[in-house]
């Protein structure tokens, strides 16, 4: 595997941790996390862990998203989650990787495979646990505590400029509480409408590297959605949209098969 900077263990202290990496019975005991030291050291030298300080290529500065933070319960937006080196590395990685023609975006499905039509997923569509690549990025998730309920599941949504996704709320029967999505490629808009009164609707500037989280009443009360256009518009200003990859990560629910999850 390439050589990376996100991970090296010599350099980093986790927060409340007396070592640079804590050993993998803590790490189990603390997140019930699969992932372990071997995997991180598989990566070599990503530097997932030091603060990254690059700016986003979008509007400088990002727009504020105070106002959703402030007004959705549970919404998290977290500005370079990783730094330039490793957002390259990451997007080198899934395009090495197969691209799934199941919607009209491309897509690759990791842990388990989500069917869209039937809004389900069970124990059958398990289709193995996540690759190394992806286990860096859980871990750190999972440590900073963003993913309190674990991982098992990652989609990667690619979206050409002109393609969105419509507001939706994710499957609760099917998925945990906290949804993540890790912005790559390009910033753009995503936009929040309160499902009780549909004419609450609040804009999330969503800049490349960037990490946002959705839990409690932004998960359950909110949709989300990314409006299918090749610009988006922010205080009169227009910004012209790329190629942007994200990744979602979620917790499965597996219910007993015959319990319909919709
Ligand atoms: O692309 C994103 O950031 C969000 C994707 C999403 O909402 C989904 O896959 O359900």
New binding site residues.
Partial sequence: MQQLELLTSSSHQFPGSQSSLENQETVDIIHGSQYTEDHISETGQLDLFTLPHQQSSGPQPSPENQEAVDVIHGLQYIENYINEADHRWFLGRIDKQQWLGDLKRRVQHYGFKYDYRARRVNRDMHIGELPQWLGVLVYKLEKEGYMPEGTDQV?V?E?QPGQG?SS?I?CEPCFKDTII?L?LGSDCI?NFTNKFDKTKKIPVW?AQRSL?VLSGEARHDWL???PARRWDEWEGQKYERQR?V?L?FRKVIIKNEKTPQK
């Fill in positions: 989609i949504n979206y996704i939706h994710d999505s912005s995503m969503l946002v989300h959605g990314i942007r994200s979602t």
